[in-house]
């Protein structure tokens, strides 16, 4: 009896599971992301590999304070990057395919534990709104640094349930503070959870002093590298962040809250969501049956899933055509000083591509802010864009320029090579 059900729990894990995975991976090339901010990730993580390890991170980009300061992710996350980066040879493909993998990872380990702590039905339900949710589809499809938020959250919630279980217990509080000043270098706003926690281990722990010292210095440990760049450098972040909240206070710059800055909180919804379709599951199952019929429906037709709404358009590119168009580059053999620029969105500069050129084919363009003095430029546009009369920046600054095209890289874009 007890073998039949093992198995029949194995049957319908394995059943969600390989769904999930299908999901994700159908025409993964075409819905996978790799834009500005993830090829931003990866250069400044390449460039820790090739030329000089660093305690700092990457800037915030959408975060500055009115005196020019940026805040910076900790560099925790680009350590992270850095076997990614060397064992896929600096390919983005393979790099985001492990992202899919952590969200789908994330997802067994929310039913193991949720099955140790309840029982295996409250486990799977509450796996499937974690995996089915169209916002971790959407998360499982590129390179984040807050990617990493839901596997935090979930570990998070098994210690706080392992130090209720041992109200003496040191390692868990330990272990509770790596893991929020991890978060806190990801995502400043995990304060608040890191906060939420602290006050948990003050009201559970039979400890208290003992465990409060314990969970600083766990986050210390936690973002260190942050900690680290502060003492060196008159406390850069921290005068960041207290410029930040000033300028906020003040009016002078516009702060926002999204989603994204509270994903350690999804498997919580999860578990949430799945405790309250058990209860009602033992009391009716077919409206338990139909509300997750529902809830697949609204997520897989979901934009963020990027199965039916929000799929690439004819002015998108994929990263076949990226990593194509870098090879035709390349074969161009380029002079020494050259530089690129897309024009399909803000990203004229092309650090997608910057990245692939410089990482994958060892060629070098010229900086970002260098459009001037240049031997060629290589130039993505889409097939009606009048090149004789440039819209940006970079093509104004290059003015006048022979114009050769080079491949036609899709049926509705360009490659164009700029001379003097």
Known sequence: MLKGIKKAEGFFLGLLLIFALFVRFIDYPNRLIFGPEQSMSLITTGEMIKDKFTLLGEPYIQRTTSTGLYLFHSAVFNYSLIPLEILFNYDPFYITVFFTFLNIFTGILLYHFIKKASNSKVAWFST???????????????????????????????????????????????????????????????????????????????RKLTGSAVYFIGAAFGDLPMISFDIKHSFYHLNSLHMYFLDLQAGRISGFYTYYQFLNLWPLFAIIGGVLLYQLFIRNKLIVYALLIGYLFFNL???????????????????TDLTRMANIIAKDNPPKIFNIAVLLDFDTQAHPLRYVLTFKHNLKPQPVEKYANLDAMYVLALQDYDMKLPRVWELQTYLPYKITLIDSLTENHRLYKLTK
Request: aromatic share 16%.
């Open 128 to 206: 499937f709104l974690f995996l089915l949710n169209s916002k971790m589809i959407h998360h499982s499809l590129f390179i984040w640094s807050l990617n990493y938020l839901p596997l935090i959250g979930l570990l998070s919630l098994f210690l706080m349930w392992k130090l209720i279980k041992n109200k003496n217990g040191l390692l868990p509080i330990f272990i509770l503070g790596l893991l929020s000043g991890i978060g806190f270098g990801l995502q400043y706003v995990y304060a608040i959870s890191a906060f939420v926690i602290f006050l948990f281990i003050l009201f559970v722990s039979k």
């Open 301 to 319: 037709v979901s934009p963020y899933s990027k199965l039916i709404a929000g799929k690439i358009t004819a002015n998108d590119i994929t990263i």
